[in-house]
């Protein structure tokens, strides 16, 4: 899906302009100070497990129990959010960041955690994971509506509860600059799409049921294009798993495409008593071409970890049911949907935090490790609020590292939320 904030200008990476419209010497030499006064912030102030000299790979996090996934959204397509919120949050040490499967998202993606390479000096970078889907999916669908047929006395409540800022009234008058600072980033009346990702609050709460929803899949062939690329180590597929045609369908038309890719995950919701059969029969299918390690995302409650509390509960119930299973097949299994500051607690009184085996009955069973948890919604709303301010205040494609305040405040609310899984 093409992003139309930025008329596809191409994102420059961050070792070479990184966004700047010049590199004249004035301008490098404000990035050398911005970089400093960072430098100097972070270590004087945050103990970072991104800098310890203890900290795991991904692979070792998914082995040890402590693996943290940020979620930026299968739909999701702000690539100056997704730039600050990556470079936030490999910075606070999480071992995977999950996006979009569109070429431009994944370079925001990469540019993020070069910045933060740079500005910390990191031995070990995030892996960067692509989201496909092999059908209809809640999580690959825009909000779509005409402005012009809203009633000029609607109180608007799809702005209110939307919670990705996705829906505009502003109009003409809403003006700021792009990624490219010399090109101007306009906002129109309606769903900003770059920025919708899929929720669906806004859908029953029009008075007038004027916004609809328009789902999509993502071309196969497109999505093995990106997964050749030597920026991407990690893919998704997210599926229903009712059916597996559609699974072994998208299964093979990415072919060899899979082959040098670090992890596979397969994103389900809780199928019940179907769920196990399921998994087995989508394993069967990637076996004969799977070169890597897997892993099983458990979708409790799709985009709903901002809400509240209770809002993780069914993916600990889901997790809960999975780590008790017998016969399911090889794959980490790893927390989504819903997830918030409060799923470490749930895990721990269900004694699924960081352990390698689960008693039922008079009996161990199988390896049931809890790799880890992708936080998305909830990790999203708590470092956009400080973007949110800062972009008000220096404009909507400020770079966070170039404003340390901002950043360090950023950091606390994201190592808030990473911290507790990595045992800080």
Same mark, same amino acid.
């Given at each position: ?23 004249? @010497? ?8 911005? *970089? ?5 912030? *972070? ?17 070792? #996090? ?8 940020? *979620?930026?959204? $299968? ?96 109009? @003409? ?18 769903? *900003? ?50 059916? =597996?045609?559609?699974? @072994? ?28 059969? #399921? ?39 889901? $997790?809960?049911?999975? $780590? ?64 949110? #301010?800062?972009? =008000? ?32």
């Amino acid at each position: 899906m093409a992003l139309r904030y930025f008329c596809n200008t191409k994102i420059s990476t961050y070792h070479h302009h990184r966004g700047f419209p010049s590199t004249s @010497k004035e301008a490098l030499g404000e990035l050398r100070s911005s *970089i400093e006064n960072v430098k100097s912030l *972070i270590s004087n102030t945050l103990k970072l497990p991104s800098l310890s000299s203890s900290s795991s790979s991904p692979l070792q #996090s998914l082995q040890r129990g402590n693996w943290v996934k940020l *979620i930026c959204g $299968a739909s999701f397509e702000d690539v100056v959010d997704i730039r600050n919120l990556s470079l936030v949050y490999t910075l606070s040490g999480v071992d995977c960041i999950d996006c979009a499967a569109d070429a431009s998202v994944v370079s925001a993606v990469n540019e993020g955690i070069e910045a933060a390479t740079e500005i910390a000096g990191l031995q070990k970078r995030p892996w960067v994971m692509i989201s496909v889907n092999d059908d209809k999916d809640l999580h690959f669908r825009k909000a779509e509506f005409d402005p012009e047929d809203c009633p000029a006395d609607c109180s608007r409540p799809c702005e209110i509860v939307c919670p990705a800022n996705a829906i505009s009234f502003l109009g @003409k008058s809403a003006s700021g600059t792009s990624s490219n600072t010399e090109l101007p980033r306009v906002l129109v009346d309606g769903v *900003i799409t770059e920025r919708c990702y899929g929720c669906g609050r806004c859908l029953p709460v029009c008075p007038f049921d004027k916004i609809r929803e328009v789902t999509y899949v993502r071309d196969a062939a497109t999505t093995a294009d990106l997964l050749r690329r030597n920026d991407v180590d990690a893919m998704e597929i997210h599926t229903s798993g009712r059916q =597996s045609v559609q699974f @072994k369908e998208l299964w093979c038309a990415l072919g060899n495409s899979v082959e040098n890719l670090k992890l596979i995950a397969v994103s389900l919701p809780n199928g019940g008593d179907s769920t196990i059969p #399921s998994m087995n029969e989508m394993f069967s299918i990637m076996k004969p071409n799977l070169q890597c390690f897997n892993l099983w995302q458990l979708d409790g409650r799709p985009m709903s970890g901002d809400i509240g509390r209770g809002a993780t509960k069914e993916t600990i119930a889901f $997790a809960i049911e999975l $780590a008790k299973a017998k016969n399911r097949p090889p794959g980490f299994l790893q927390l989504a949907g819903g997830t918030n500051a409060h799923t470490i607690d749930g895990l721990r009184k269900k004694g699924l935090f960081q352990t390698t085996s689960i008693v039922v009955d008079s009996s161990n069973s199988p390896d049931a490790l809890i790799g880890g948890i992708a936080y998305g919604g909830y990790a999203r709303k708590i470092v956009g609020r400080v973007l949110r #301010s800062m972009q =008000s205040e220096y404009g909507g494609a400020a770079r966070i590292e170039d404003h340390p305040q901002h950043l360090l405040m950023a950091l606390k609310e994201a190592l808030a939320l990473v911290g507790p899984v990595k045992c800080l």
